[in-house]
């Protein structure tokens, strides 16, 4: 379920319905809450209400999600299916580190945006 919700939730956002997706992705949250989930996983709903608050204008929303989405994939990267799937696993993990340092630097917090831009550009 959390896989369709985030699906969902990412057409609603290219739709710019924006309030809609944060709906969606509560429910996507919710179901990684359950505890049936892995970190990649977990990472998609939690970045992509995020993705979704910062678009509706919830920067404070928004970095709270990203921060727990970031937190997720790098406990994916640091698990079983890490070693398998570092490639992608680093990529996303470098784009949404992306995102958030341009969420942070819009909430007017530049120190934080460049140690993202910075963890970014390592990896």
Known sequence: RRGAYVFYAT???QAQKYQDAVKVGDKAVAVVSM????GSGS???????????????DL????QDLEKAEKFEHDALNGPAGQDLHGPY????KWELMFHAQVLA????KDAAVKKSDEASKL
């Open 60 to 63: 404070n929303g928004a970095d």
């Open 43 to 57: 990472n998609a709903a939690y970045f992509v209400r995020g993705q979704a608050r910062a678009d509706a204008g």
């Open 90 to 93: 680093s990529k996303t993990l």
């Open 35 to 38: 505890g049936f989930d892995d």
């Open 106 to 109: 819009a909430l007017g917090n």
């Open 11 to 13: 057409a609603l956002i």
